[in-house]
T-cell receptor, first 112, second 114 residues
């Protein structure tokens, strides 16, 4: 049972444009969400997170939006840069539980 | 470098052999986690420690797997009698025990069982 879903395995975006990565979840007990970026043969690198009490969190070029009623979150990267090319994972956690549940990832390719 | 450190980075072993991975967390972090990632999948939770206490174990952690954190600092993950299905990247992560704390991952240890 895939509780966190990233339905787009890949996405290509022109450099300078906006990249939008999507994530859906099924478990209403999730209350904290994170995005990680991963290069090949490396561990995931934390990007940005959002608590369920918020609907938006921004950090530089990265913004995460949370729609609790739709159980959907998205990561916006603007402007996209070649160094953003990587696999992006969405992860979720339940209150009081340390386990992160990850999606299967979206491979983002920024085209120069 | 003050990040999460994992050793060895790569390990090739024959089926049936035992392997051990080590993780050194970020120094002030009291929580330590092990995850496993296979190709095309996201990381899957295996277990976590708060200080030296192992507080949760996934059903993925079969009897052949054991994790320890004897002094609440570094941790080891041992896999006994390895099988080809154990081939994966084993990821260690650490965090502080605070509300909304962020989990930071190491670079991972690749295991190939031949």
């Amino acid at each position: 049972d895939q509780q966190v879903k990233q339905n787009s395995p890949s996405l290509s975006v022109q450099e300078g444009r906006i990249s939008i990565l999507n994530c859906d979840y099924t478990n209403s007990m999730f209350d904290y969400f994170l995005w990680y970026k991963k290069y090949p043969a490396e561990g995931p690198t934390f990007l940005i997170s959002i608590s369920s009490i918020k609907d938006k969190n921004e950090d530089g070029r990265f913004t995460v939006f949370l729609n609790k009623s739709a159980k959907h979150l998205s990561l916006h990267i603007v402007p996209s840069q070649p160094g953003d090319s990587a696999v992006y994972f969405c992860a979720a956690r339940k209150f009081g539980n340390e386990k992160l549940t990850f999606g299967t990832g979206t491979r983002l390719t920024i085209i120069p | 470098d003050t990040g999460v450190s994992q050793n060895p980075r790569h390990k090739i072993t024959k089926r049936g052999q035992n392997v051990t991975f080590r993780c050194d967390p970020i120094s002030e972090h009291n929580r330590l986690y092990w995850y496993r990632q296979t190709l095309g999948q996201g990381p899957e939770f295996l277990t976590y420690f708060q200080n030296e206490a192992q507080l949760e174990k996934s059903r993925l952690l079969s009897d052949r797997f054991s994790a320890e954190r004897p002094k609440g600092s570094f941790s080891t993950l041992e896999i006994q009698r390895t099988e080809q299905g154990d081939s994966a990247m084993y990821l260690c992560a650490s965090s502080m025990a605070l509300s909304g704390n962020t989990i930071y991952f190491g670079e991972g240890s690749w295991l190939t069982v031949v």
